[in-house]
């Protein structure tokens, strides 16, 4: 499968989310935050999650959907949902299709052990499908404040 660019056009998919299913048709004629993450109910995932939500109307004011992205069941996203209280639909990519679209799995370290995960990384994708800018290998704080600047400054 081939994997993303900067200024070329996103690939087609389609994926199960919280919220119905959600292809890239579907996101023509908005911008859309497709935000990957490791796992549900996670410290960083969490706080990355009430981030977005947090700023979600100013996403929203300035015309882009935010879409959550992990490994994670339907029914573990639905419970992250409701407990965090999320506007925003979370895609299950249990088969990982869109994670190696995104070219975000990675082998990480976790407690001395080599394990295959989700590096965390947000990409923009512009009303015409095609990919705006990518954040690769993500710290949460203050991550939600500059994606919401690059999607005002696209504008």
């Excluded at 295959?116 to 990409?123: D, K, P, V």
């Excluded at 095609?130 to 991550?143: F, N, Y």
Aim: contains cysteine; proline residues 4%.
């Amino acid at each position: 499968m081939t994997q993303i660019a900067t200024g070329k056009t996103v690939p087609a998919f389609t994926a199960a989310s919280t919220q119905g299913e959600i292809s890239l048709d579907s996101l023509r004629g908005h911008r859309a935050v497709l935000y990957f993450y490791p796992k549900d109910n996670t410290p960083g995932c969490t706080t990355e999650a009430q981030d977005f939500r947090d700023q979600y109307q100013h996403f929203v004011d300035a015309g882009c959907q935010i879409i959550g992205v992990s490994r994670d069941s339907l029914k573990s996203h639905a419970g992250f949902t409701d407990k965090q209280s999320l506007p925003f639909p979370l895609i299950s990519d249990d088969a990982e299709a869109l994670c190696e679209l995104f070219g975000v799995m990675k082998l990480k370290n976790m407690y001395g052990k080599r394990v295959r995960g989700i590096e965390r990384s947000t990409f923009l994708i512009g009303a015409d499908g095609v990919l705006l800018r990518e954040w690769r290998g993500v710290r949460v704080p203050g991550h939600v404040d500059a994606v919401l600047q690059a999607v005002r400054d696209a504008a």
